[in-house]
């Protein structure tokens, strides 16, 4: 699965640590979240589409195989 | 915010060190001192381990405290999935070790009796939560 939370959080001139902060998870989780290694829940993948003021589909994308 | 952060970590490693003390304890008490002297450096050393590892990983001392978001618990659940997968099957080989041995394997079949009654009635009860 993709994602665009790196992307959408460097144009917002965020830091993952202030992103962790606003949604209430480690930076770790956050970098996992942007490195692919980790797929948020459905709860947390809806709070990163809301604090960014996207449709959680135009945030995680389906990839081959998935 | 930070004291308590770090008492709570505190916390956590005297927790092992008390049950790791507990058993060097026992040990020593069934007459074995030098069995518990061994016993209790290695509970220390590995409080100390703990320690040392929570201080350069979030994850650690997040796991630590009890808290953590939920890739941290994530992280806590399959480790500890991965951990009872361990003792399950250091249980069944013993099991099988002291039975062609001749030797008694209560012990090792207690530990697999427990752990495929706790499966099975954590697998009942999930089933019906979830």
Known sequence: MRNRVRELRTSGEHSQGELAAELGVSRQTINAIETGRYLPSLPLALRIGQLFGEPVEDIFELEDGD | ?130
Do not use: H
């Open chain 2, 1 to 130: 915010m930070k004291a308590a952060i770090m008492q709570k970590r505190t916390l956590g490693i005297a927790v092992l060190l008390v049950l790791g003390g507990s058993i060097a304890v026992a040990s020593a008490i069934g007459g074995d001192p030098s069995g518990a002297v061994v016993l209790a450096a290695f509970y220390l050393l590995s409080g100390v381990g703990v320690w040392l590892w929570s201080r350069r990983s979030g994850d650690v001392a997040a796991l630590l405290r009890s808290e953590g978001d939920e890739r941290q618990r994530a992280v806590d659940l399959r480790a500890t999935a991965i951990s009872g997968l361990a003792m399950g099957a250091f249980a069944i080989a013993g099991t099988i070790v002291q039975l062609a041995r001749g030797e008694d394997p209560t012990m090792f079949a207690l530990v697999c009796m427990v752990g495929g009654v706790a499966y099975s009635v954590a697998v009942g009860v999930l089933r019906a939560r979830n």
